[in-house]
């Protein structure tokens, strides 16, 4: 079994930051992709970030220069720092991990969601 943990969504004012954090933990042998995601309601979700194994980064257009994807390998932990946060960042926050496990299956790993909102 493998889970996929999110941390770090809140309440925070326009302007503001958040760290958002996601831990993978079970049988796993190796992680390649990673990715934060995000659905507003009503909307469909979206990706925001990925990274590589290497640490090779891409993130969608309206992130770029806010948000920063980071993984720490050794803990099996990826990271998204939000900075300038906008009411239209308002949302619930997934993160996504390509696992290898140990029984040599491979899949595409979710986490349950973390609500981010931005509000006054």
């Known amino acids: 079994q493998v889970q996929l943990v999110e941390s770090g969504g809140g309440l925070v004012q326009p302007g503001g930051s958040l760290r958002l954090s996601c831990a993978a933990s079970?049988?796993?042998?190796?992680?390649?992709?990673m990715g934060w995601y995000r659905q507003a309601p009503g909307k469909q979700r979206e990706v925001l970030a990925t990274?590589?194994?290497?640490?090779?980064?891409n993130y969608e257009d309206s992130v770029k220069g806010r948000f920063t994807i980071a993984r720490d390998n050794a803990k099996n932990t990826v990271y998204l720092q939000m900075n300038n946060l906008k009411p239209e960042d308002t949302a619930v926050y997934f993160c996504?991990?390509?696992?290898?496990?140990?029984?040599?299956?491979?899949?595409?790993?979710w986490g349950r969601g973390t609500q981010v909102t931005v509000s006054s």
């Open positions: 990274i590589s194994s290497g640490g090779s980064t």
């Open positions: 079970g049988n796993i042998f190796s992680i390649y992709d």
């Open positions: 996504s991990a390509d696992i290898l496990t140990r029984g040599i299956t491979r899949n595409l790993y």
